[in-house]
């Protein structure tokens, strides 16, 4: 299969990546599952502390070995632990989950702005963020509308596509993105 250009899959990107909403996972955290707000305030701080202490180790990678493959070990996780999270109703577990969410971000963070920056160069990476950010609000619209809609006949099937969304982008990224620029 032919792997597409840099700026394309970028693009693409912006667009699935932004298709999640935090609106419908957190009407499902609470009304769902009916998490406390000191559960929210735990789930949110274990991602956080997973976010601090995995950065340095996953970033070493990303420069080290391939910032591709980063993105697909981050893409994977973060879309499974978002799905993990409709199936299961223990607190403990949600935060659990977010931890590993927050862990797999870790795998992406600066590994997609690198690669895009490795891919089209320093001179022309300015332009490609600016198109990219107004794009990304594609993918935003597109996922709230479609998450509502979902979410309106069954929030867990909303918070379900808002993580294969994610999964689906780390299989496009196996399929379709070049990595031609890394050293």
């Given at each position: ?21 935090w609106v419908v996972m957190a009407v499902y955290l609470v009304q769902e599952v009916g998490l406390s707000p000191l559960e929210l305030v735990l789930m949110g701080t274990a ?136 050293r």
């Amino acid at each position: 299969m032919r792997r597409l250009q840099a700026t394309t899959a970028y693009y693409g990107l912006e667009v699935l990546l932004h298709v999640p909403t935090w609106v419908v996972m957190a009407v499902y955290l609470v009304q769902e599952v009916g998490l406390s707000p000191l559960e929210l305030v735990l789930m949110g701080t274990a991602m956080e502390a997973a976010v601090f202490l995995f950065e340095v180790p996953t970033g070493v990678l990303a420069d080290t070995f391939s910032r591709r493959l980063s993105l697909i070990i981050g893409y994977f996780g973060m879309g499974t632990a978002w799905m993990l999270v409709a199936f299961v109703a223990e607190p403990w577990a949600i935060v659990a989950l977010w931890a590993l969410w927050g862990v797999s971000y870790t795998f992406t963070s600066g590994a997609y702005e690198a690669w895009i920056t490795d891919e089209v160069g320093v001179e022309n990476v300015g332009r490609v963020f600016l198109k990219g950010e107004r794009i990304h609000y594609v993918g935003s619209i597109a996922g709230l509308i479609l998450q509502v809609a979902i979410g309106i006949v069954s929030l867990r099937a909303g918070v379900v596509i808002g993580g294969a969304a994610v999964v689906l982008a780390g299989v496009l990224c196996i399929l379709l993105m070049p990595e031609t620029g890394f050293r």
